[in-house]
């Protein structure tokens, strides 16, 4: 009898919550509209993309140890290219470091706010990852407290306010999805991944060295055009 009566109510919730995530699926789908502009930081102070030379596309998440460790080669490689070479870099937030996807909301609001501060920001994060990686101990809340301040930082303390409201805005969040769909309509799965214009570069079993680019950029600048 308990069981005649348990299962059909099993099987209602079984299928309510499929109902659920069904139209949930549906509206986040239809939330996320193609952004007013293209997606992604463009590196330099000022900004500098010259759409008549060399593109690297990056794809970062700011707690990966991997995507940390190519940074510096890259730098490298775009202190040397100057003009040649424009970088835009856009958000990966990888699923099993659990505080990466609000560390990117972070990038995204600091970047709406000063873009100057954007990629100290990245650099910030790169510097301190064991932070964020390791947090069972706190709350969500005393994450997004942590990281709101680590963010502020940046880009100056009299934005603390507005990096914490931004941080439970649901716009940034937002600006944050169409960055992962972005990367997830390019084939990305990891980080850190490269194109160069717009092509894939290989995944090298270690981040690549200022020699690789080097080697895979200089054919390139010398190259007449074909
Ligand atoms: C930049 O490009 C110009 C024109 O192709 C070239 O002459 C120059 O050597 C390049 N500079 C670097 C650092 O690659
Ligand atoms: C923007 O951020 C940069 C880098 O952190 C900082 O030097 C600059 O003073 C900031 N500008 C404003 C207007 O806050
Ligand atoms: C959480 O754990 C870290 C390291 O294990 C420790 O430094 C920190 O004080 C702890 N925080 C709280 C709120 O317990």
Request: net charge neutral; proline share 7%; glycine share 4%.
């Amino acid at each position: 009898m308990k069981a005649t009566i348990l299962l059909p109510l099993f099987l209602t919730i079984v299928v309510l919550s499929l109902i659920n995530h069904h139209t949930k699926w549906i509206v986040e789908v239809e939330a996320i509209t193609i952004p007013a502009k293209p997606d992604g930081f463009v590196h330099g102070n000022p900004k500098k993309y010259n759409p008549e030379r060399i593109l690297i596309e990056a794809f970062f998440d700011p707690l990966c140890s991997d995507t940390r460790d190519s940074w510096p080669p890259l730098k490298h490689a775009l202190q040397y290219y100057g003009s040649n070479v424009s970088l835009i870099v856009h958000t990966f937030p990888l699923p099993y470091h659990s505080n990466a996807f609000t560390a990117s909301r972070a990038i995204h609001i600091v970047n709406e706010l000063n873009s100057s501060a954007t990629f100290p920001l990245w650099e910030s994060f790169f510097k301190h990852q064991e932070k964020f990686l390791e947090t069972s101990n706190l709350t969500q809340t005393e994450i997004v407290d942590l990281i709101a301040k680590f963010a502020t930082k940046s880009v100056g303390h009299a934005h603390y306010s507005a990096v914490k409201s931004g941080l439970l805005d649901t716009k940034f969040d937002l600006k944050t999805r169409v960055s992962f769909k972005y990367a997830s309509s390019r084939g990305v799965f990891g980080t850190p991944s490269f194109f160069l214009n717009g092509f894939p570069l290989p995944d090298g079993e270690s981040p690549i060295k200022y020699n690789e680019w080097r080697k895979t950029i200089d054919p390139l600048i010398h190259s007449k055009g074909e």
